[in-house]
């Protein structure tokens, strides 16, 4: 019986270590990711701010599907609209600047 409690305790244990560590994981990301926010294009601007912001795009991906999905590339980065409303942006991938 003092077996079972003891293993049941260190599973415990290590259950809550790996809790604790992808929870930090999680905040590192998101606190870097909101960081590297500030050089981008935010949520709910239009692409009329966009483009007073951030200027012309080196390519504009015509809208597909039904909401209508836009997609404009910018050196560093990739902005998605829905309609004339940004969903979001990302940082291009490092092999994908080297390559062009």
Excluded: C
Aim: glycine content about 8%.
């Amino acid at each position: 019986m003092k077996i079972k409690i003891l293993l049941a305790t260190m599973l415990l244990g290590l259950t809550g270590t790996a809790q604790v560590s992808a929870d930090t994981l999680l905040i590192d990301e998101v606190t870097r990711n909101s960081a590297d926010q500030a050089d981008r294009p935010g949520g709910g601007l239009s692409m009329n701010d966009v483009e007073e912001k951030f200027g012309e795009p080196l390519r504009k991906y015509s809208a597909v599907g039904t909401p209508p999905i836009t997609r404009w590339e910018y050196a560093d980065y990739l902005v998605y609209f829905e309609g004339s409303t940004v969903l979001h942006s990302v940082r291009k991938h490092q092999s994908t600047q080297n390559s062009k």
